[in-house]
């Protein structure tokens, strides 16, 4: 069992950065890939980035390539996403996400954090 908890969003304006975390808890935390997606008003769920367990396999939605960072401590059981020059349509509620399978990620069979509101106003 996988307990996840999202901290971090905010409002901020077009340009600027926010730093997302999600705090894990169980025992199996460091052996699980981790991800994370976004969901707008009105629009399907989006894949924003993931990283396996030891974080040697990355990806990035294009939406967010190249401005966004996925890092994690397993140490301190914390998945991190670093988002720059955040944009309007970067506007939505960020969900972490946790699976056995990076591949599994978004598929049904995860565990999912409760979500946390980021805004970005133009």
């Known amino acids: 069992q996988v307990q996840l908890v999202e901290s971090g969003g905010g409002l901020v304006q077009a340009g600027g950065s926010l730093r997302l975390s999600c705090a894990a808890s169980?025992?199996?935390?460091?052996?699980?890939?981790m991800g994370w997606f976004r969901q707008a008003p009105g629009k399907e769920r989006e894949f924003v980035a993931a990283?396996?367990?030891?974080?040697?396999?990355?990806y990035y939605g294009d939406s967010v390539k190249g401005r966004f960072t996925i890092s994690r401590d397993n140490a301190k059981r914390t998945m991190y996403l670093q988002m720059n020059s955040l944009k309007p349509e970067d506007t939505a509620v960020y969900y972490c996400?946790?699976?056995?399978?990076?591949?599994?990620?978004?598929?049904?069979?995860?565990?999912w954090g409760q979500g946390t509101q980021v805004t970005v106003s133009s």
């Open positions: 990283s396996s367990w030891s974080g040697a396999t990355i």
């Open positions: 169980g025992r199996t935390f460091i052996r699980y890939a």
């Open positions: 996400a946790a699976n056995p399978r990076i591949d599994g990620l978004g598929k049904g069979d995860d565990y």
